[in-house]
């Protein structure tokens, strides 16, 4: 089997789907994208693919080397995520082919189901406990939200006061037993997180993630060890490699490599594999579309350490446009009491509603994340 061709199409809210072709007649589905880059990366794709066309598409190791290694530079967020989505569009073809779920290929399942969470807010904070009683009188045992506004490298305690405030209503409003994932975005700096982490032990979140940037990572130890809450980090880290200082040096509890940022299927199996034997667990991350989350699932089901699961569905980027709209069965997304099954089809376990994508990339997307700047005029970390 020959790869013979491919396309890219850009669609609503923010995503970007990679169809690869072969001279067998099976095709396969990736998403490599970056949000907010999604044209750069799907440059990238198109430079990468000149390696693969001709090529066996089930030789997956090989595939992903040549796109790694036949480069001279290498990594980061653009390169890794074109191969990311290429990688998931070969996985797809290769479970079609053998007619299994993607599953099946890593070694087989270790569980049926994984507890999912979805997001509620926060950026802004205005009525965030209503959205979380929502959420869990909809199933769901856990929900996260953003921590913070932005913050200055030291900033005001009214600040911390406001976030410890909007916790503590979520809290209230979903009783001591749902988890609680704060993600901070990275938008806090080592002092100000140092107290924050600290201070909300007494909520008991599930965990607090990116109390700092990855570029500070270090800082990760001091925080940790100022408090007894689980530390996540991992979303805007792109290979094994990067995650290696982050293990050895004990600064993380949870790892959230991205399947469509972090190299994908083949990638991320080895990524999360090796936090396991750090005692780490793994909860991906995916804020993404249909094709992201299916290889998310394909990969937790092969995965002992990875508890629990990001997902996109309703969330506030994909007004207009959500994940389901793109599938051509949604019950296979189904959520019941928290939880949601591991597709059994064969490849990602997913069909593409093609005729759906291509309307839908006519109308394309340019999105772009906010820019916030504090009082001061200054930029501040979205």
Same mark, same amino acid.
């Given at each position: 089997?020959?790869?013979?061709?491919?396309?890219?199409?850009?669609?609503?809210?923010?995503?970007?789907?990679?169809?690869?072709?072969?001279?067998?007649?099976?095709?396969?589905?990736?998403?490599?994208?970056?949000?907010?880059?999604?044209? @750069?990366?799907?440059?990238?794709?198109?430079?990468?693919? @000149?390696?693969?066309?001709?090529?066996?598409?089930?030789?997956?190791?090989?595939? +992903?080397?040549?796109?790694?290694?036949?480069?001279?530079?290498?990594?980061?967020?653009?390169?890794?995520?074109?191969?990311?989505?290429?990688?998931?569009?070969?996985?797809?073809?290769?479970?079609?082919?053998?007619?299994?779920?993607?599953?099946?290929?890593?070694?087989?399942?270790?569980?049926?189901?994984?507890?999912?969470y979805s997001w509620i807010?926060?950026?802004?904070?205005?009525?965030?406990?209503?959205?979380?009683?929502?959420?869990?009188?909809?199933?769901?045992?856990?929900?996260?939200?953003?921590?913070?506004?932005?913050?200055?490298?030291?900033?005001?305690?009214?600040?911390?006061?406001?976030?410890?405030?909007?916790?503590?209503?979520?809290?209230?409003?979903?009783?001591?037993?749902?988890?609680?994932?704060?993600?901070?975005?990275?938008?806090?700096?080592?002092?100000?997180?140092?107290?924050?982490?600290k201070a909300l032990e007494?909520?008991?979140?599930?965990?607090?993630?990116?109390?700092?940037?990855?570029?500070?990572?270090?800082?990760?130890?001091?925080?940790?060890?100022?408090?007894?809450?689980?530390?996540?980090?991992?979303?805007?880290?792109?290979?094994?490699?990067?995650?290696?200082?982050?293990?050895?040096?004990?600064?993380?509890?949870?790892?959230?490599?991205?399947?469509?940022?972090?190299?994908?299927?083949?990638?991320?199996?080895?990524?999360?594999?090796?936090?396991?034997?750090?005692?780490?667990?793994?909860?991906?991350?995916?804020?993404?579309?249909?094709?992201?989350?299916?290889?998310?699932?394909?990969?937790?089901? @092969?995965?002992?350490?990875?508890?629990?699961?990001?997902?996109?569905?309703?969330?506030?980027?994909?007004?207009?446009?959500?994940?389901?709209?793109?599938?051509?069965?949604?019950?296979?997304?189904?959520?019941?009491?928290?939880?949601?099954?591991?597709?059994?089809?064969?490849?990602?376990?997913?069909?593409?509603?093609?005729?759906?994508?291509?309307?839908?990339?006519?109308?394309?997307?340019? +999105?772009?994340?906010?820019? +916030?700047?504090?009082?001061?005029?200054?930029?501040?970390?979205?």
């Open positions: 089997m020959k790869i013979t061709s491919y396309e890219l199409f850009t669609v609503p809210p923010r995503w970007l789907f990679l169809k690869i072709e072969t001279d067998e007649g099976i095709v396969g589905w990736g998403e490599p994208v970056i949000e907010g880059k999604a044209a @750069t990366v799907k440059t990238a794709v198109d430079e990468l693919m @000149t390696y693969l066309i001709g090529k066996d598409p089930l030789r997956i190791e090989d595939n +992903w080397n040549l796109m790694y290694r036949g480069g001279f530079y290498r990594g980061g967020p653009i390169l890794m995520s074109a191969i990311a989505g290429i990688d998931q569009a070969l996985w797809d073809i290769k479970g079609k082919y053998f007619n299994a779920p993607v599953y099946q290929l890593l070694g087989g399942a270790c569980r049926d189901s994984i507890q999912v807010g926060g950026d802004r904070p205005s009525d965030v406990a209503a959205a979380a009683k929502a959420t869990v009188d909809r199933g769901f045992k856990a929900v996260k939200m953003n921590g913070s506004e932005e913050l200055h490298y030291v900033d005001s305690f009214e600040k911390v006061e406001k976030i410890l405030e909007n916790v503590a209503a979520v809290r209230e409003a979903v009783g001591k037993h749902v988890g609680i994932g704060l993600d901070f975005h990275g938008r806090v700096h080592k002092p100000m997180a140092k107290i924050l982490a007494e909520f008991n979140p599930m965990f607090i993630e990116e109390p700092v940037l990855p570029q500070n990572n270090e800082a990760l130890k001091e925080i940790a060890q100022l408090t007894s809450i689980p530390i996540a980090t991992g979303e805007r880290m792109f290979s094994r490699w990067d995650f290696k200082p982050l293990l050895v040096g004990g600064y993380v509890d949870i790892i959230q490599p991205d399947l469509s940022h972090a190299g994908g299927i083949t990638e991320c199996k080895k990524i999360i594999s090796m936090a396991e034997a750090f005692d780490v667990a793994a909860a991906p991350h995916c804020p993404l579309g249909p094709i992201a989350l299916a290889a998310c699932l394909q990969v937790d089901a @092969t995965a002992h350490n990875a508890f629990i699961q990001e997902q996109s569905l309703g969330i506030h980027y994909n007004q207009g446009s959500d994940l389901l709209d793109y599938v051509t069965d949604a019950s296979v997304f189904d959520y019941n009491n928290g939880y949601v099954k591991i597709p059994q089809g064969p490849g990602l376990g997913i069909e593409i509603n093609e005729e759906h994508v291509r309307k839908m990339a006519k109308v394309g997307h340019q +999105w772009q994340n906010p820019v +916030w700047r504090h009082a001061d005029g200054s930029i501040a970390e979205w």
